[in-house]
């Protein structure tokens, strides 16, 4: 029997770079789940000694690269091809935020951008409310019309009161059902790409489509900002 096989930092790191590996939060086999993983993280260095001081690696000496890959249920790449940001702000970002938060996300880096590119796909004018959502809510009024009844319209994308109903309101569009998928993807932290290429179904439910995909492929993200003050209302 050969002796206790010891995996190095730059095995790992070799592996990293090439097959672009996370290592998802989902998985649970240690808590040293991170986005910096650099041989110099103290993440990293923990989760090196996390695997030799937990895995025999006796029977994957021979084959470390589909060992790495078996500790995720999900191979993603989630460098989305060195995106550029140059659009947004900070009171954005934390719209965003706080809606993942409300859907069990995290605001990850490649959640950020996925929300970042699917506001920008959207191009949404109507107020606190970056995505487009038709979500009904007290206070709110019409920005347009998408379906009618008797001559009244009663369905279209919302002008939202107030920061906080726009949140609410795109919180629990993500939520209602209809968009598993996306909600699924961003809560376990997929990949803005991934999410746009598994998703597509959902985006076209929402309305968005390939539009999303798009964004991404053009290697730079400028999502407009969300606004503020009430641009129109029918």
Partial sequence: MKGRVKITEGEIKYILQKHKLSINESVKLTDFVTSDMSSESPNF?????????????????????????????????????NVKIVGGNRTDDEFYKEVLDRIGAEPTKENMKFFYAWRQAEGA????????????????????????????????????????????????TIKNGYYPCILD??????????IADKCLSNLKTWGTGGLVKTVLNSKTLNPPVISRSLVKKV
Avoid at 185 to 194: P, Q, T, V
């Fill in 45 to 81: 260095k923990s989760f090196v000694e996390f695997l030799n001081g937990n895995v025999d690696l006796d029977t994957i000496a021979d084959n470390v690269e589909t060992f790495f890959k078996s500790l995720s249920k999900t191979v993603t790449d989630t460098d989305t091809d």
């Fill in 185 to 194: 993807g961003l809560k376990n932290d997929i990949g803005a790409k991934n």
């Fill in 125 to 172: 004018q109507a107020t606190y409310n970056p995505f487009n959502t038709t979500h009904k809510k007290e206070g709110s009024s019409l920005w347009n019309c998408l379906k009618k009844k008797s001559g009244k319209c009663v369905s279209g994308v919302r002008n939202y009161d107030s920061e906080e109903d726009g949140i609410s309101a795109t919180a629990s």
